[in-house]
């Protein structure tokens, strides 16, 4: 009987779901301040008056908070809304009780507004540690903070083109998380190509327009967690040009206000979207006008809604490239964490079945796996804090300056948002390996993770799409300049590792690939200038895998420098592994990253076009 | 009201913990501060909330190094009206009192709260030190305090039950669990703690009767024997001889 029970109990004691715990931490504060403050140097943008009031200490304060929301507010409820999912019923789409109080929350605690003026109730806080604060909240729970943040982006549209009174209707209840922001484009036969939107808006002589159309995919577009959804809609108006030239930007609420009461706007769902992941976050089919009674308020000038959402699309492609990563981070900390207390096998050298399982944490390859995953996240964190530096100079600053970091940012931003998107699924895939069939299985959050991230390299433009914007747009406007100061920039930290032995090698790899690429863009835009735009984009997507990888070598080589630097002092333990830790992964990412792109570079200097050779008829 | 609230920080959580000096001094290097939870959670909180109810002010007060700044610029961030630091090391909860109950006797404070102990060293000792040192009342553990004019009603958990006692102001009251929720500084409150005053005064004298000898860490644990769960006899042996519990 003992012996039954001692059994049992030693056999329940062994399961893993009993043994292991689940994911506790989603994100390393010290990381972030590592980047902010060590890195990036952001509290010297207090040199320009916009940002005046921010200090390191101020900085430190706001990620401190930014994690403690993160912990009571969000991340306790990241599995809870994918099992208990978003679901439309008799008209109205049902969300997790959770939501709207996190939404409050973020609202109140003034992440909403952040950026904006004092005078607007913002806190004129700098993109990069506003964005260091939104990579927290989405590592602890980018399906609830992302509704947030889409509030963010609507009330900074209308904030930047919008009339005074569209800015003192719809941004306050937005800031306060009391409204829902939405950007809707998509229309079911205009996703990636927008010159195809048809929704239509007819002027009327009390001034609204009269809307009509559909929006699919529309994230946010519809729930019960705010009083109110306002659209920020994409419409042709009557009669205007085709193609993208007549295409306007409108505010289309829900509920439209009618002598101090909201009623409907004739603005209806048809249902919301079933996906693979993010189940929580709703992504709804609009139905606009249906009883032609649906009002839209145009905002700036007629034909421009375009150009005014693309000024936007900087900011809304690094959330993107944010969430993934966010997403990706949030599962290495969880791999990470199984791989510390999962025992498993022996070491090669020690195979005695009678010595104790060793943790798997200690196989090169699990290691391999980890380093990966380091490389991945890190380094693309670094890269998203840089453009959105950038986007501070770019705001804040005047003449070159401002000038410089505009292009830098234009030309980093398909980056910014795909590296972190296409990498981080591999990098979430990487982490669910760790786990072995643990990982598949939902007991633990990698299956979530390994869902929730695979959109991101969909919405807010496709990688191929970002693929031909990099190269077909950005490499060359201004004849090359952005990739000038680009390389210019490169070359600094270049110069600046090379006078560390143990930076210097990993120096001259990244000049060595530096001066590749820049041959190879070289030779690519030759193929352009024959007329050949089909040839010239048809590798697009793997020629910014290569610009991808070298970025983010820069981003590690730039860390490494900081690291390098602080370990000639004594430190204190915790210190001394954390910068040992930042040049063991710069060390990897150099040796099992960099390399690849070797492979890439052939491929995309080969004058074989299969791509456009291979015909439609021969996929059988 | 005129409010006081004692806060003082203790290491991170995840922090690593090692001493020197024969065991003696705590080693901060490389520790992550943060303020006390009890203090912040609770007493300072609850003392915000009575401040939001009824007026008045709220005063926080540390007794530590510049390095403190941080913390009580956080207790600013939450809604405290201003600062005092008593410019000094901690040294031991005798002088900590003695430091609060000078600057206390000259600024009458209607109530003085603070957390019930602190996560580090766990002392729950300068409360009522500085209640005797002021001669007023002192609640230890209040878990609910709600006033009255100038009556306070706190009800603290005894062993299987709650206490309800009922003091009137100026008292020191220690606070516990349940006293209020945590707050979460906003971006307001952060941008306006920097603005906010904080007032550095030097320390007084103060005896010490006590001197800590040394530190010691709790054993660390044994590794974990993983068996075969066939093998029974095993199992057996070494619950018998090594862990000794058959
Ligand atoms: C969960 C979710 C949320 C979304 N949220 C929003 C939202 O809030 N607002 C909104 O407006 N939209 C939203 N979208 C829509 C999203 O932006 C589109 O799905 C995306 O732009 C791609 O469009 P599509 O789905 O029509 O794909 P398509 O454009 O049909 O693309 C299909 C494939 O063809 C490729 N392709 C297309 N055109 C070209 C080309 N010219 N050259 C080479 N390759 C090409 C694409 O790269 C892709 O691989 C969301 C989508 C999803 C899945």
Request: charged letters at 20%; a negative charge; glycine letters at 8%.
């Amino acid at each position: 009987m003992v012996f039954e029970f001692l059994k049992a109990f030693f056999i329940f004691g062994l399961s893993k779901k009993q043994t292991i715990k689940m994911a506790e931490k989603y994100v390393s504060i010290k990381n972030i301040k590592f980047l902010l403050n060590e890195v990036f140097d952001v509290a010297s943008l207090n040199r320009f008056e916009y940002y005046q009031d921010y200090d390191k200490e101020g900085i430190n304060m706001s990620l401190d908070a930014a994690k403690q929301i993160g912990d009571t507010y969000l991340f306790p409820i990241y599995t809870d809304m994918d099992k208990n999912k978003a679901y439309y019923e008799d008209g109205a789409v049902k969300v997790h009780k959770g939501l709207k109080t996190a939404i409050k929350t973020l609202a109140e605690a003034g992440w909403i507004s952040a950026h904006d003026t004092y005078e607007n109730g913002g806190q004129q806080m700098p993109f990069v540690v506003m964005n260091a604060g939104l990579f927290v909240f989405y590592a602890a729970n980018a399906n609830a903070a992302a509704y947030a943040f889409l509030s963010q982006g609507a009330s900074n549209l209308i904030q930047a083109f919008g009339t005074a009174e569209l800015k003192s209707t719809y941004v306050p209840p937005m800031y306060a998380g009391d409204w829902q922001g939405t950007m809707a484009l998509t229309e079911p036969q205009a996703g990636s190509s927008l010159t195809d939107i048809t929704s239509s808006a007819e002027e009327t002589e009390e001034g609204y327009y009269k809307i009509k159309g559909q929006k699919i995919y529309i994230s946010g577009g519809d729930h019960e967690a705010t009083e109110n959804v306002v659209h920020l809609y994409l419409a042709r108006i009557k009669g205007a040009a085709v193609g993208t030239k007549g295409i306007s930007l409108f505010v289309v609420p829900k509920l439209r206000n009618e002598n101090g009461r909201l009623v409907s706007n004739d603005v209806s769902t048809a249902g919301i979207f079933g996906k693979m992941g993010q189940k929580g976050y709703v992504a709804a089919h609009i139905m606009a006008g249906e009883n032609d009674d649906c009002r839209g308020y145009l905002v700036g000038e007629p034909h421009r809604g375009l150009s005014y959402m693309f000024q936007m699309m900087n900011e809304a492609r690094i959330a993107t490239g944010m969430i993934a990563n966010a997403q990706a981070t949030a599962a290495y900390y969880a791999a990470l964490q199984y791989a510390t207390e999962r025992p498993q096998g022996r070491h090669l050298s020690k195979k005695d079945p009678n010595l104790p399982q060793v943790l798997i944490i200690e196989h090169a390859d699990v290691k391999r796996m980890l380093l990966f995953q380091k490389a991945i996240t890190e380094g693309s964190l670094s890269l998203l804090l840089q453009c959105s530096y950038y986007a501070d100079i770019a705001s804040v600053s005047t003449g070159e300056e401002k000038e410089n970091a505009h292009l830098l940012l234009e030309l980093l931003t398909p980056i910014a948002k795909s590296y972190p998107s296409e990498m981080g699924i591999h990098s979430v895939s990487a982490g669910l390996q760790c786990l072995g069939g643990a990982g598949y299985c939902d007991d633990f959050p990698l299956e979530q993770y390994y869902r929730d991230i695979r959109v991101n390299a969909i919405y807010e433009g496709t990688t191929g799409i970002h693929g031909m914007d990099l190269l077909g747009r950005k490499v060359m406007m201004h004849s090359g300049k952005a990739v000038k100061l680009f390389m210019a920039e490169i070359q600094k930290e270049i110069v600046a590792a090379q006078s560390s032995e143990f930076l210097k090698p990993f120096a001259d790899k990244l000049a060595e690939r530096l001066k590749a690429i820049h041959e190879l863009t070289m030779q690519l835009i030759q193929v352009a200038m024959n007329n050949k735009p089909e040839v010239f984009l048809a590798d697009a997507t793997l020629y910014l895998e290569y610009f991808g990888t070298i970025t983010i070598a820069w981003q590690w080589l730039k860390q490494g420098i900081v690291a390098d630097k602080a370990l000639q002092a004594e430190l204190p333990e915790d210190d001394y592994n954390f910068y040992q830790s930042k040049l063991h992964t710069l060390r990897y990412f150099f040796e099992y990253e960099v390399p690849k792109t070797k492979a890439l570079h052939e491929r995309l200097a080969s004058s074989d076009n299969l791509t456009i050779e291979m015909k439609a008829e021969y996929f059988m | 009201m005129k409010l006081l609230v004692c806060v003082s920080k203790t290491p991170e959580t995840t922090a690593k913990i090692s001493f020197s000096d024969n065991n003696s001094t705590f080693n901060e290097a490389g520790v992550q501060f943060i303020m006390n939870p009890y203090d912040e959670w609770y007493a300072l909180v609850r003392a915000l909330e009575l401040k939001e109810a009824a007026g008045g002010t709220v005063t926080i007060i540390n007794v530590g190094p510049a390095a403190n700044d941080t913390v009580i610029r956080k207790g600013l961030a939450i809604g405290a009206d201003d600062a005092i630091r008593v410019d000094s090391e901690p040294k031991s909860a005798l002088f900590v009192a003695k430091q609060i109950a000078e600057v206390a006797k000259a600024e009458n404070y209607d109530a003085i709260f603070l957390g019930k102990e602190t996560i580090d060293y766990n002392g729950s000792e300068v409360g009522a030190m500085l209640a005797e040192l002021l001669d007023v009342p002192y609640i230890s553990f209040g878990s609910h305090l709600e006033m009255n004019g100038n009556v306070a009603t706190i009800a603290r958990d005894i062993e299987g039950g709650v206490e309800v006692a009922e003091v009137e102001t100026p008292f020191v009251v220690s606070s516990s669990k349940g006293m209020a929720e945590q707050r979460i500084p906003n971006m307001r409150g952060i941008m306006m703690a920097k603005r906010k005053p904080l007032k550095v005064v030097p320390a007084v004298e103060c005896e010490d009767f006590a001197t800590v000898v040394s530190y010691s860490m709790p054993a660390a644990k044994s590794e974990v024997k993983m068996l075969d769960p066939e093998n029974m006899d095993e199992l057996v042996r070494l619950l018998h001889e090594e862990a000794k519990v058959l």
